[in-house]
């Protein structure tokens, strides 16, 4: 074991031995000479002695105190064991300049110095204008950041001196230029912009990437990572689907940029150290006028390919698969609700569909479907169906050959008139089997 103690653990004398306490836990050693030992010791519990060493020179029942020590700190996770830790080459200087960081890394997995490395060779790439991007290379460069090129048409002297001013160390290099290319090398893209179709351009060229849509009066968030982790085009073409009007109240002032540039810029450190979560795509929406955050998460955009005939949905758990596919703002369905419509004599459920391919006019509303039953699972169930299936025609409004489910040979299927208010053709349904 190579004990080290976590860089928060305070510790002080008690009347029972020596209080210790950090952001973990806390606990009371008991003993006489507790804290006196703890005090001896903690300038060895760095990870870089073991214990064995350290214990070593001393006579067995010194040795027993100390283990025991030790091994109660460390059952309290005040104490971790640096054994498995992997070898680093961080330099003195950044080990000392970024110690907050590294220990920011260790709370949540080890190697913490490794990591960090991780992220010092990373060649990152910041592509944008506006302030959010000034935010964004100040924010990073701040964060440890060491070799960054940004490209942007904006003002190339004015980022230079962002740059400038927010570095933490002299092995930071920095190269503003004006253009909107990738250059090579690049490891991790961040992109700023106002336009969704730039976003997705961008998210095709294969690395590593992190998006900001800034618009109106919110911004919009990816996650940064892999592509097909950050699903980048799914994310926009889910949010454009929903016609929402667009503001200019000019709302990126003050600390507006900078807020909106730390989501981005956590979750960049957290992809490079390793230490971001698994999850599905998601999308975090900021409102710029309270600066509050809502976390969305899209279905993927794709479409489906050979399906099986034979397959069942089973009505048990419905409630639970349909919650993913509404959303307000991503949803293939925008909500799926009784609103105030009457429930007597039959429950009703009202349903809004969202329009990924800009099938309807801009100015067309969402198209609105309606279930009923004896009760309100039955009609949301109903609601919920039919509402799939006008999604279903408007992803596939195009025609060509389909398959006949009667005969099940191929057929040629016309093109969907597009009117509004929208009504999926006649042919179009749902149900929980081919069967229904």
């Known amino acids: 074991m190579r004990p080290r103690l976590r860089a928060d653990v305070r510790y002080v004398k008690s009347p029972d031995g020596v209080y210790v306490r950090g952001a973990a836990g806390a606990c009371t050693l008991t003993g006489d000479a507790g804290y006196e030992w703890l005090d001896r010791l903690a300038p060895f519990l760095t990870g870089e002695h073991a214990l064995d060493d350290l214990v070593g020179p001393l006579p067995a029942d010194q040795r027993a105190v100390v283990e025991h020590l030790v091994r109660s700190l460390f059952e309290q996770r005040l104490l971790v064991d640096a054994v498995d830790d992997v070898p680093h080459a961080l330099t003195e200087e950044e080990q000392r300049v970024y110690e907050a960081e590294i220990a920011f890394i260790r709370y949540a997995a080890d190697s913490a110095e490794h990591r960090f490395e991780r992220l010092r060779s ?7 204008d506006g302030p959010v991007v000034a935010a964004l290379l100040e924010a990073g460069l701040r964060s440890g950041w060491r070799r960054v090129s940004v490209r942007t048409r904006d003002d190339v002297e004015g980022l230079r001196a962002v740059a400038r001013r927010a570095m933490r160390d002299s092995a930071q290099d920095v190269a503003v230029e004006r253009g909107t290319g990738l250059p090579a090398g690049t490891d991790l893209l961040l992109c700023v912009s106002d336009r969704r179709e730039e976003l997705v351009e961008a998210a095709r060229w294969g690395v590593a990437v992190g998006q900001v849509l800034v ?4 911004a919009w968030v990816t996650a940064v990572g892999a592509p097909e982790r950050v699903a980048a085009e799914s994310c926009w073409r889910r949010l454009g689907a929903w016609r929402v009007p667009d503001s200019d109240e000019g709302l990126l002032t003050g600390p507006v940029p900078g807020v909106i540039a730390a989501h981005l810029a956590l979750s960049c450190f957290h992809h490079l150290t ?19 955050a809502r976390t969305h998460r899209p279905r993927p955009c794709t479409r489906t390919g050979r399906v099986r005939l034979d397959a069942v949905a089973e009505p ?4 639970e698969r349909v919650r993913s596919f509404v959303d307000d703002r991503v949803g293939v369905l925008g909500r799926l609700d009784e609103d105030d419509l009457p429930q007597v004599p039959l429950a009703v459920c009202r349903a809004s569909v969202s329009d990924p391919e800009s099938v309807l006019p801009a100015w067309a509303p969402a198209p609105e479907v309606a279930g009923w039953g004896v009760d309100r699972e039955e009609a949301r169930w109903r609601a919920a169906l039919t509402g799939l299936a006008t999604y279903g025609s408007l992803v596939d409004a195009g025609g060509g050959e389909r398959l006949d489910l009667l005969t099940g040979r191929a057929c040629v299927v016309g093109p969907i008139a597009a009117r509004v208010p929208y009504r999926a053709p006649v042919g179009v349904a749902a149900g929980r089997s081919w069967a229904d």
């Open 215 to 218: 618009g109106g009066d919110e």
């Open 274 to 292: 390793g230490t971001a979560d698994e999850e599905a795509p998601v999308l975090t929406r900021i409102d710029l006028r309270d600066l509050g």
């Open 122 to 128: 990373a060649h990152i790439t910041v592509l944008g």
């Open 316 to 319: 048990e758990g419905f409630a």
